[in-house]
């Protein structure tokens, strides 16, 4: 396993491209029969760069998500994160490698019910290792006020709005000062409102340098972002340059 940066600022794989996917299949066999999710993708996403990823229900979207972030293993293909090979990563080594490496945020936020904004964002803190215990507190704190919420960092997540719940689940995804944002449906559960101050939320991380790669049923947010890739039956059918 390759030595990974932990800031997102240095990370360079094969071409220059942070992630870089080569021939990926992903089946999934059941009694019902075989469905394949991902069909033959080849994507290639440089450092920096904000990617949605549009498509039908089923189109693959999530697959390819999971896929990227070594919670789905391909059935066969490449994926490499700074030329790391994560397909070959035992389950042990991804687990190390996504807490210190990827930010994952999810459309139902999952946040811990008994813990407080503040304490999910440590505990992510204590699962990657990558800050000392002193200075995790202030960094947590920190990340909430980056998101507009330190005043509510000793609250519950029953005591939050969707969208303050999004901003927290966002905050927690930087605990680590992951190299790759990876969002699944992040404004999907929120109105219009929360959508759009989560999306702003976004916006500045990718100027800022972060590398997002996002999930969205939403076309007028997807255009935002620096590039599109609509999905359709487990194929990449279009990528569209957005800036």
Not at 49 to 56: E, L, P
Not at 146 to 158: F, T, Y
Not at 169 to 186: C, Q, S
Not at 224 to 233: F, N, V
């Amino acid at each position: 396993m390759s030595n990974l940066p932990l800031n997102g600022h240095t990370a360079e794989g094969p071409g220059g491209h942070l992630v870089v996917l080569r021939e990926v299949f992903k089946v999934y066999r059941s009694a019902a029969g075989i469905f394949t999710a991902l069909n033959g993708v080849d994507l290639e996403i440089e450092l920096g760069a904000f990617v949605s990823i549009v498509g039908k229900s089923g189109s693959g979207k999530s697959t390819l998500i999971n896929v990227v972030t070594g919670i789905d293993r391909p059935t066969a293909g490449e994926v490499l994160f700074n030329r790391t090979p994560v397909h070959t990563l035992t389950e042990e080594q991804i687990a190390v490698w996504r807490g210190r490496t990827i930010g994952v945020i999810f459309q139902f936020f999952q946040l811990l019910p008994t813990l407080t904004a503040a304490e999910n964002i440590l505990l992510a803190m204590d699962y990657g290792g990558r800050f000392r215990l002193a200075e995790r507190p202030d960094r947590a704190v920190a990340l909430l006020e980056r998101v507009g919420l330190a005043d509510k960092a000793h609250r519950l997540p029953s005591e939050l709005s969707g969208g303050e719940q999004q901003r927290v689940a966002i905050a927690r995804a930087m605990a680590n000062d992951p190299v790759l944002l990876a969002a699944d449906e992040p404004t999907g559960n929120l109105d219009s409102k929360s959508a759009e101050l989560v999306f702003q939320l976004f916006e500045g991380l990718a100027e800022a340098g972060k590398t997002i790669l996002m999930v969205t049923h939403d076309a007028e947010l997807a255009r935002r972002a620096h590039r599109t890739i609509r999905l359709a039956d487990g194929k990449i059918q279009d990528v569209f340059a957005n800036r």
